[in-house]
């Protein structure tokens, strides 16, 4: 069942979704060579402490870091570490956070140093399918009208989208009905209304769409080794069409 939020509970969802925001814009103004991806968990583990919010992903089904960092062939669910950043990598930073009750939750792939075309057409081309797929994210429209949006873009740019992981509804929860396949066929689903929010996960393989989890337990690399990007964002539908509730919060004058 997807659940229909209520003004009142979008507007909290604008509060943790604008704090997962600042979190990310933090982060990513980190990213350089000689970062390790632990550097990023301390800092990440530090923000949340501070501003007094909670990790959606700590503990979640025992995953043990407060963030999600994937470099190159790291699809999703990186666990930071020893890792460390080198120029031509591209780097995932995934954050989920949770206040008074309603979560946020958003990625974003960040170029570090200089990065060869390939893969920083790779990351474009991740970035616009997640923007087409937002624009889908409408009344009027069915839910695979935005699967489908993923998935045109990727395709048509000779990309493969990752199949064994999707975007999902999120608010009280991180993960709610509907899953969110980047796949999809047109005009199927169920309809969008109102009050509906979703995390729509755009994750893009450069070369084939296979992957696997690593023995770690949560590491999704593509099993060519080549690069993969990730883009999320929370959105709400309302009744003047999407909103990206993941967006740093504008400060009072
Ligand atoms: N954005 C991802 C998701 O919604 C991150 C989850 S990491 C986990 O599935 F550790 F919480 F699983
Ligand atoms: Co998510």
Redesign the pocket.
Known sequence: MIIIKSTREIEKMRVSCGITAEIMENLGRMVEPGVATGDLEREAARFIQEMGVHS???G??G?P?HI?VSVNEEV??GIPGERVLAAGDIVSI?V?IEVDGYYG???RTFLVGKVNGEKARLVEVTRLALEDAVEKTREGNRLFDVSHAFESRVVSQGFSVVRD?V??G?GMK??EDPQIPNFGTPHTGPRLKPGMTF?L?AMVNSGTEAVKVLPDG?TVVTRDKKASAHF?DTVAITGEGPEILTCPRKKKQ
Do not use: N, P, S, T
Request: net charge negative.
């Open positions: 959606a992903f700590k979640y089904r995953y870091a999600c999703v669910h995934d989920g939750d958003m990625a992981y975007g999902h999120i991180l993960h995390a996960e949560w999320e």
